[in-house]
Nanobody
Framework: QVQLVESGGGLVQAGGSLRLSCAASGRTFSSYAMGWFRQAPGKEREFVAAISWSGGSTDYADSVKGRFTISRDNAKSTLYLQMNSLKPVDTAVYYC?????????????????WGQGTQVTVSS
């Protein structure tokens, strides 16, 4: 298992940017494909972005493609999500997640470890 801790959330105005970080510990970070998910009040957890163990392959939800960028630094055991051109609909709790596999995945059930979440609020 791997322990994950998110940080970097906050309150921003529409059009602004935030950079989320997810620090991992406990297991070999580079052995895990990673993902970001978000959940708004009353909504199901939604896929945002994913990245392979090497960082060479990424996948994005259509709603964030072109605005968000997922990356990882295996030497620092850290996952990142750069969010630009934020919109009020991006408001949610953002979670990082890990799966014991190298390939990208988009389903929450495919991820075995989760962080506690960090709140992102975008005002209009």
């Amino acid at each position: 298992q791997v322990q994950l801790v998110e940080s970097g959330g906050g309150l921003v105005q529409a059009g602004g940017s935030l950079r989320l970080s997810c620090a991992a510990s406990g297991r070999t970070f580079s052995s895990y494909a990673m993902g970001w998910f978000r959940q708004a009040p009353g909504k199901e957890r939604e896929f945002v972005a994913a990245i392979s163990w090497s960082g060479g392959s990424t996948d994005y939800a259509d709603s964030v493609k072109g605005r968000f960028t997922i990356s990882r630094d295996n030497a620092k055991s850290t996952l990142y999500l750069q969010m630009n051109s934020l919109k009020p609909v991006d408001t949610a709790v953002y979670y990082c997640a890990a799966r014991s596999g190298m390939l990208v995945a988009t389903r929450p059930k495919d991820f075995t470890s989760w962080g506690q979440g960090t709140q992102v609020t975008v005002s209009s």
